[in-house]
């Protein structure tokens, strides 16, 4: 009797220690969705409700047709192209999860586009990049029977967007080449771009586009480099080579912002001994190397990770040879071509070391590079005659504009 009583419960002991290691099957997908990408090409996308799926697997029916497998993706990819459709053609789409333990109990809800005769058309990459916008377009080489009754760009931070969206232009009608301004872009932001076509039937994308805006007030230099859009302490992007609210402040060599690189600083004769002096005044050094520090220290404007950069994260001061090949892309080797390059340079002036007196505001603009030469400096120098790279004593102020390490 005993044996009897004890046998199920041993059995049930036996059967619980072998199955609570199994897996257990994935949740469904939800909320998938078809959107006909282009003429040859549907996108799906769907909800990840699992966390212990191996693969999720898409099958498809052909008009009244059934359903077969057509594809997999990988765990956690929601995005699946198929690639094998043709025009005139209905497709309907679902989706379940897999791993070890099986297959999901249900499936995910359908979708069904319809493949309809429309517009062939390509997508430009986007240029002219800027923190706040961009210039695309495209190219439509065929209308597909029907008249095109609008045209343009559709974007967004999200894969596929189509013109649901307000991000859009609208650029005209018909076929032929267009080109697209997006504005209202935000900073360090990737974007996803398409050019679109609509008719009577229905509107048709060409091949997504992918690109990244710049960081907040930054430009695209000369030489290809991203540098800030205005000198250190500027309130604004100079509108002209004399426009005083883009002269900024200047620093003397090597200093941190403390206070000293203020136009309206104060002035001590005192030396600093460290890097970082408790004054908020300029140095002023009338004798020896005129440096600001005793002993002098070179090390504290190399790159990015210098102890007294001044510039913002990810920002450093420019070396001689960055300069020089900024310059050599002006349309002039002087102040007009430092202004209307498109870091938009202004004669910001320069501080006396040995008087704390401002001078040539208006007339003379001079940019600190991070290159030292022996107890001197090298700095770039703007004037309506040329511009040039010299050397400059250390307790100069002089202009910094920031490129990007």
Sequence with gaps: MKKFVWLPIFFLLLIGCETSGLEEIPLAPTELKATVASTNQVELSWKDNSTNETAYKIERKIDSGNFTEIGATSKDVTIFFDQTVTLNTTYTYRVYSSNQAGKSTLYSNEATVKMISGPILTTTSATEVSA??????????????????????????????????????????????????????????????????????????????????????????????????????????????????????????????????????????????VDKPATSD??????????????????????????????????????VAEWNLEIAGWSSNNNVG?????????????????????????????????????????????????????????????SVRCIQN
């Design 132 to 273: 706040i916008g961009a210039k695309s377009g495209g190219n439509i080489t065929s209308d597909g029977g029907s008249p095109i009754t609008a045209k343009g760009v559709v974007w967004s931070t999200e894969t596929m967007p189509t013109v649901s969206l307000a991000t859009k232009t609208s650029d005209g009608t018909g076929t032929g080449t267009f080109q697209s301004t997006l504005t209202g872009l935000a900073g360090n932001t990737k974007y996803y771009v398409r050019a679109y076509a609509t008719t009577g039937s229905g509107t048709t994308y060409g091949e997504e586009k992918v690109f990244t805006t710049l960081p907040e007030n930054t430009v695209v230099g000369a030489n290809g480099k991203i540098w800030m859009d205005r000198n250190l302490g500027a309130s604004r992007v100079a509108t002209s080579s004399t426009d005083s609210l883009g002269f900024g402040d200047l620093y003397q060599w090597g200093r941190a912002k403390d206070g000293h690189q203020l136009r309206t600083s104060a002035t001590t004769g005192t030396l600093a001994t």
């Design 282 to 319: 300029f140095i002023n050094v009338k004798t020896g190397t005129q440096d600001w520090r005793n002993p002098q220290n070179s090390t504290l404007w190399q790159g990015v990770n210098g102890s007294n950069n001044p510039c913002p994260t990810g920002f450093r001061l420019p070396t």
């Design 338 to 398: 430092a202004f209307v390059s498109s870091l938009k340079l202004p004669m910001a002036g320069s501080r006396s070391a040995s008087t704390g007196d401002i001078s040539l505001a208006g007339s003379g603009g001079y940019y600190w590079t991070s290159t030292v030469d022996g107890n001197r400096s090298r700095v770039v120098v703007i004037s309506e005659a040329q511009a040039f790279v010299s050397t400059s004593v250390r307790g100069d102020g002089k």
